[in-house]
């Protein structure tokens, strides 16, 4: 098959043109910002254009992007959702959603090195840590200096994390940490890693603990670079042998892991949502350039009624879904302030798989819509909407698949007799 490319736009050519659709001003009227959540998302516009260029380039050679963590330090945006106490931005949710929507807009790449590092990573110390433990992590995270990843699944673990064979025994004045880890985002790059593992004498749940990724026995066996898409996202197979843990490195109760990496998770989930409503954006951005300055069969294909059916449902998807994203934001805020309301709780539980759920899918599909409006230079790497295309896939699977969220929103209309893992 051959793909003409005669008269299309040379790499990087036009691929900022109105590439933030909401200004952060727009974004000010619609949800109410103080003047220093407004600065975050100056400094995420701002990093998002530095990083649009190495990006493009990155995802031509299908490697990971060392940009992304350098410019988001410049920015002061490694740290957005921790607190100030400990060097952060203090982000209340929402605004940690439009920080990732903004970055969605540069690609899934950066929103996955983020929400890894943030939402599944920083706020899981900083949510079930020790004061010990945050002091000694989450400065170093907000300035960069560490780099979080989330070890939970493995080769025979996914969604269902009860099969994870990944073992601790104590070990003097702490543990050690025997096994493997599979698809694990920031893997090779991470200087500190939340590990999850089951007691190797049996009798309890699994545990959560900080793993150094410099400790002895801890070993990056491969980075995967044979994706379908998300190249600029470092995604690796880690394997465990004998790796010593301090006590103190243990984050909440021995045991209670399941509670720590559903708490994550529910961060996590918004996180991927609203990077998807920043690819939508993108997507939307891209296509009116596409459909106003292409001329085929004699006019411009904005004017063919069939390309608008494309624009049409790519702004509806986005409009939904940015508003789903910013409930369930808004909802983890109110249970932040409520921690003790398991109502509360659940219901911000519910909102998050929705979000997620249907961003994700909302996402592919505009991508695809996308590629569609863009024809055959569409399907090449070259185009400024393949990427997305590619990587939107890997949002329907990774931090909770499409089954599963749908088992927890049918569970949650049906009640927990319908739960489908009891």
Partial sequence: MRIATVKEPPLGEGIMEGQFSRSVEEVSS???LEDSERKILEDADAAATELMTSEFEKYIERKYNPEVPEVLKRHGLMGVPISKKYGGRGARQLVQSLFLERMGQAGLGVVTFVDVHQCLGSLT??????????????????????????????????????????????DGDGFSLTGSKYLISNGSVATNMIVFAY????????????????????????????????????????SLDEVHVDSADLLGAEGKGFSVAYSALLNGRIGIGSGCVGVMEDCLSQ????????????????????????????????????????????????????????????????LSAIAKYMASRCAFEAADRAVQVFGGFGYSIMSPVAKHFLDTRVARIYEGTDEIMELKIASSVLGRDFEAYR
């Fill in 125 to 170: 110390i900083q949510d079930w840590g020790s004061d010990e433990v945050k002091e000694r992590y989450l400065p170093g995270a907000a300035r960069g200096e560490v780099i979080l990843a989330y070890g939970l699944t493995e080769p025979e673990a996914g969604s269902d994390p009860a099969s994870l064979k990944t073992t601790y025994r104590k």
């Fill in 199 to 238: 007691p190797e004498e049996g009798g309890k749940g699994p545990s959560a603990f900080i793993v150094d990724t410099k400790e002895k026995g801890f070993e990056v066996d491969m980075r995967l670079e044979e994706k379908i898409g998300l190249f600029t996202s470092d995604t690796s197979l880690l």
């Fill in 287 to 350: 296509v009116r350039e596409r459909a106003t300055s292409r001329v085929q069969h004699g006019k411009l294909i904005g004017k063919h009624q069939l390309i608008q059916r494309h624009v049409a449902f790519i702004e509806s998807s986005l409009e939904a879904c940015r508003w789903l994203v910013y409930r369930a934001a808004m909802k983890k805020d109110e249970y932040e302030r409520n921690p003790n309301d398991m109502a509360l709780r659940g219901e911000s539980d519910r």
């Fill in 30 to 32: 619609m949800v109410g």
